[in-house]
């Protein structure tokens, strides 16, 4: 986590969520980057895909560009600052500060950032940085994950209302809904050198969480190119039952059948035609998915030593 320079201005792109606890938060963290002597301007966006044009667009001389709100929300930042990476020419390094206030908030624990909104906006105003290298998927980036299978029609069930209304338990009922029905996808995974892989699920992790702080990938590295693949095993009602026990116990990575290896590149495709992908929690498309490294590693705000 290099030391460098603190930053003195901020733009703060904040996705507008209902309830009056989550802006009480919001603006606790504004608060203190304030009071830490970081000049903040609040955007707020209107409609899916405001956040990559603000962080895509923003001033050369801005300190550090601030996602507040979940990690979609982040997505779509990161998105941003990767279409400015790959289109201004010497677009400078702008870092990413994370305010999170989504349901899951993955990227931040991942990286250690802290879920109370002060402690957080104290950690954007800091010093501290942590090296990223997101993934991309069509032109979207990718700072936690990518998948097809089980997972991602789960994603793909759960309605913004519905999640705005139960939060996490939105993804617990769908997951017994979808588990009853059972779609028995089948996928096939496609690498560069060659290798064929067939897979019920695949997920290719940036990191080492999935669905908040439960683990999945413990080799994972945020700051490599690459991916981790988790190639699950053919998709029957007894190995998601199977998944779904070892999740909250901490023993999803020793699931029977469970294969995962480092790659920089991979295709997916599904062996019965067109079905829903997720990226970082929220629907990307279908399948087939082409995953590859993202065109350059970002700086991220992160808490420091201490």
């Known amino acids: 986590m290099p030391a460098l320079a603190r930053p003195r201005t901020a733009l703060v792109i904040r996705n507008p969520v209902a309830g009056r606890r989550k802006l009480l938060r919001f603006q606790r963290a504004v608060t203190a980057m304030r009071e830490a002597g970081l000049v903040t301007t609040v955007v707020e966006t209107g409609r899916a895909g405001d956040a990559i044009v603000l962080a895509r667009e923003a001033a050369a001389d801005i300190g550090v560009v601030v996602a507040a709100g979940g990690d979609g929300t982040i997505n779509e930042v990161v998105t941003g600052l990767q279409q400015r990476a790959a289109e201004v020419p010497s677009p400078g390094v702008?870092?990413?500060?994370?305010?999170?206030?989504?349901?899951?908030?993955?990227?931040?624990?991942?990286?250690?950032?802290?879920?109370?909104?002060?402690?957080?906006?104290?950690?954007?105003?800091?010093?501290?940085?942590?090296?990223?290298?997101?993934?991309?998927?069509?032109?979207?980036?990718?700072?936690?994950?990518?998948?097809?299978?089980?997972?991602?029609?789960?994603?793909?069930?759960?309605?913004?209302?519905?999640?705005a209304r139960w939060g996490k338990l939105a993804y617990v009922f769908q997951s017994l809904r979808l588990w009853w029905r059972f779609p028995a996808d089948r996928f096939t995974v496609r690498l560069p050198d060659g290798r064929t892989f067939t897979a019920g699920t695949v997920i290719a992790t940036k990191g080492r969480l999935y669905a908040g702080r439960f683990l999945l990938a413990p080799s994972?590295?945020?700051?490599?190119?690459?991916?981790?693949?988790?190639?699950?095993?053919?998709?029957?009602?007894?190995?998601?039952?199977?998944?779904?026990?070892?999740?909250?116990?901490?023993?999803?990575?020793?699931?029977?059948?469970?294969?995962?290896?480092?790659?920089?590149?991979?295709?997916i495709d599904c062996d019965g035609g067109s079905v829903p992908a997720q990226i970082d929690g929220d629907r990307g498309g279908t399948c087939p998915v082409s995953i590859r490294p993202g065109p350059c590693a970002i700086e991220v705000m992160v808490a420091g030593p201490g």
Not at 97 to 115: D, K, Q, R, S, Y
């Open 94 to 163: 702008i870092p990413l500060g994370v305010i999170p206030l989504g349901t899951a908030n993955v990227f931040a624990l991942e990286l250690g950032i802290p879920l109370d909104p002060a402690a957080a906006g104290r950690v954007v105003a800091g010093d501290a940085r942590r090296h990223v290298w997101p993934g991309l998927v069509d032109g979207r980036a990718v700072i936690q994950m990518v998948g097809v299978g089980f997972d991602a029609r789960v994603v793909d069930a759960v309605t913004a209302p519905f999640k």
């Open 220 to 267: 994972a590295d945020p700051g490599a190119a690459g991916f981790t693949l988790c190639l699950f095993p053919r998709a029957t009602r007894w190995n998601a039952l199977k998944a779904m026990a070892a999740l909250p116990i901490g023993l999803l990575p020793r699931l029977g059948g469970l294969r995962m290896l480092p790659v920089t590149e991979a295709e």
